[in-house]
């Protein structure tokens, strides 16, 4: 390990931990705060984002939804290594959840988009992901009488545009929230919300280090930070991070940290997907960002805290979506 | 149009009529009856069935579930020509709706499977459409604490079957029915229903010998005709229908006739996806079993009607899948 990086390690812990202290209302001095329960400004913008979110119309094929990679049955992800797209194309990282992203301090692991609006158009206009252009997936929606009339309800307007789309969606997406998780609980001062060897997990979990980057509500999303901190990380993804954003060299494979809510659900892990089980993220985290081998049993007890993360998924109805007309654009799953 | 065909043909009606006689309790002797609320036999199982249903751990991609195809969403169905499978593979045929599918005489448009349960299997193990194995599915559900402990519940054993998986999923099909349409509320007596143009469109739906196939509950799915009784229906589909099933060159092009229930959320129409708008499947179902171009205000009257068949959709909560563990066999989308 080079002095340089060493630096940069404790530096990063620093930093995170000053961001992360007091101000954001720890319970007990904890790095980590409860989930809040979400807010509901605006149920019927949700609502109709929530139809969005499932409609598979805003792809070109008309086969592939929001809901396909980041799958609400599924912790919000895809459990894929790496997503598949139009024409089965093979995605280039792992799809994030979309369970508490609203917290990330920016969208995507290279953090391009700057909230979950701003999220939301770039799947769509994906040629390897659902395939469409605004100006389509606008078309289609205005050839909706369901949707039109809906857009008109929410926004005031006969015309619907991309903008009140991925307003739309970022409204449902702002709902997936979860919380109530037992470490929640524990953190409230339900003590028995943990058993021992969750609590031992806890704080293995503090000490050697964990918390310098997987902070804050969501334990994680709130920072980028370089993959391979003491040794690199081999793989053969050609993700970048977050140089493909900044443009400085230092932000190579600089990702942001993902959220551990839910973790247990959101498998595989790291930006390739290349970790298949908690004991293998634990393990390769612990070595090339912190330096440490974890016993077996110290890896068991940290994987124990982590599955007491998930918490209460999102619970609503399946949405009915309003049916095409006549005039709405074919989906086109094959050919040109 | 031989003779041969105009004796076909009304054979069909005289049959069909005979078929559905006031033995299945018509109401006012109308040949359409009302669909009932779905039975709850087992409340357990089909909530099992459920899940299973939205699980794309079925299939070998991880990417597609039963949903994919008959999505509850859209009417039961995926809306296009003919749906998408692993691998992007191009199907045969139109996914049929899942709606009101227990009613059906057989499943498949060629009635291969003789009930839902038969079908469920179907899918999963076809190349071209889930890619699994019956073995590799029960492993991967073997292997799923969580549905371990819930088929445990259901079925009393530890041991997954691919018999009780299809069973379970079969269970929560037969919940899948759609009551309550604006027909059925003027069939029970609701005169107000339905407006003028709407019942001139039953009238001659009735007149016209649309009802001699599409009768009973489901207004349809309850017998297998020639698709091109009176002039041969052109098409690229490959499908020959019932003849693949009874190998007899009588049943060439004979498929089940399908379920008008939902009809206006089920497009595209026919086996093979081509007719885009109720307008097209109306005149051609006219022109090619009927021998009778309807002008195009009969046209719209029959479309009129058709409408008012679209009923209370299934309402349920996106069900919640329970996680893979460290020994779940990982998904294989890409490659081999």
Redesign the interface.
């Known amino acids: 390990m080079s002095n340089h990086r060493i630096l940069t390690l404790t530096f990063a812990v620093a930093a995170a931990v000053t961001a992360t202290g007091p101000a954001q209302g720890a319970i007990g001095n904890e790095p980590i705060q409860p989930v809040a329960a979400a807010k509901t400004g605006n149920p019927a913008l949700a609502e109709l984002g929530k139809k969005l979110y499932?409609?598979?119309?805003l792809s070109k094929?008309?086969?592939i939804s929001c809901n396909?990679c980041h799958?609400?049955?599924?912790?919000g992800t895809?459990?894929?290594k790496t997503s598949?797209g139009h024409?089965?194309n093979?995605g280039p990282i792992n799809a994030p959840t979309v369970l508490n992203s609203s917290m990330n301090v920016a969208q995507f692991w290279d953090g391009r988009a700057k909230d979950l609006k701003a999220q939301a158009g770039g799947p769509i206009a994906n040629p390897g992901e659902m395939a469409s252009t605004h100006e389509l997936a606008v078309d289609v929606l205005q050839s909706i009488p369901g949707y039109v009339s809906e857009f008109k309800t929410v926004f005031g307007s006969d015309k619907v545009t991309i903008d009140e789309v991925t307003k739309a969606i970022a409204a449902f997406e702002e709902t997936l929230v979860t919380p109530n998780s037992r470490f929640d609980k524990w953190l409230r001062g339900d003590k028995k919300a943990l058993n021992a060897s969750e609590t031992a997990g806890y704080r293995l979990f503090k000490d050697s280090g964990c918390v310098a980057c997987h902070n804050g509500p969501a334990v994680g999303g709130n920072s980028f930070q370089k993959m391979g901190v003491v040794a690199p990380y081999k793989s053969s993804s050609p993700a970048e991070g977050r140089v493909a954003v900044t443009g400085k060299d230092a932000d190579r494979f600089n990702f942001k940290v993902p959220t551990l809510r839910n973790v247990?659900?959101t498998?595989p892990y790291f930006h390739d997907g290349e970790a298949?089980?908690l004991?293998d993220a634990v393990d390769t985290m612990g070595r090339l960002q912190l330096g440490k081998k974890f016993t077996d049993g110290e890896n068991a007890q940290i994987v124990a805290f982590l599955k007491t993360l998930t918490g209460d998924?999102p619970?609503?109805?399946?949405?009915?979506?309003p049916?095409?007309s006549?005039t709405t654009p074919?989906?086109q799953?094959?050919g040109k």
Chains 1, 2 share one sequence.
């Not at 499932?54 to 119309?57: L, P, S």
């Not at 799958?71 to 912790?75: A, D, R």
């Not at 619970?315 to 979506?321: N, V």
């Open positions: 499932f409609d598979t119309r094929s008309g086969f396909s799958n609400l049955s599924m912790g895809d459990n894929l598949i024409n089965w093979k247990e659900l498998y298949a089980t004991r998924q619970s609503f109805k399946l949405p009915l979506l049916p095409s006549d074919h989906p799953p094959f």
